[in-house]
C-alpha cells in the first residue's frame, strides 16, 4: 500500500508559521497523487478538513483561509500545507489524505492515510 509521511510540526508561538509536509511513496513504483487533502483533530474533538488540493483547484475550511496555503509537487509526490499566524485553536494532529494511483509491476488506485503529525500552538 502507498506509505504517506508527514513532516514538519512541532510547537510554534502564537503568531509563528510552520510547513508540513506529506510524501506518497511505495517501493519500486512512480506514485501520482490526484487529490490530497490535509485534515486535523485537535484534542477531544473530531476530525475536520483543513484544505484540499486537485490539479489547481483548491478548497480551503474557514479558518484556513488567509491564513494556510496548499500545494502538491506531483514531480515529487508530495503535499504541502504553509500555515502562518497560527493560533493556539490551531493545536491539533495534523494529517494527510491522497488517492490516485501508482506505477510499478502493477498499476492501481490508492487511497492512504498518514500518521499525522503533532501542532502545538503556545507561549
Known amino acids: 500500500q502507498v506509505r504517506l509521511v508527514e513532516l514538519g510540526g512541532g510547537l510554534v508561538q502564537p503568531g509563528g508559521s510552520l510547513r508540513l509536509s506529506c510524501e506518497a511513496s511505495l517501493a519500486e513504483s512512480r506514485v501520482n497523487i490526484y487529490v490530497l487533502g490535509w485534515y486535523r483533530q485537535p484534542p477531544g474533538k473530531q476530525r475536520e478538513l483543513v484544505a484540499s488540493i486537485r490539479n489547481d483547484d483548491t478548497v480551503y475550511a474557514d479558518f484556513a483561509k488567509d491564513r494556510f496555503t496548499i500545494s502538491l509537487d506531483k514531480g515529487e509526490s508530495t503535499g504541502y500545507l504553509q500555515m502562518n499566524n497560527l493560533e493556539p485553536d490551531d493545536t491539533a494532529v495534523y494529517l494527510c489524505?491522497?488517492?490516485?494511483?501508482?506505477?510499478?509491476?502493477?498499476?492501481?488506485?490508492?487511497?492512504?492515510w498518514g500518521q499525522g503529525t503533532q501542532v502545538t500552538v503556545s507561549s
Open positions: 489524505n491522497a488517492n490516485g494511483r501508482y506505477f510499478g509491476e502493477n498499476s492501481r488506485r490508492f487511497d492512504s
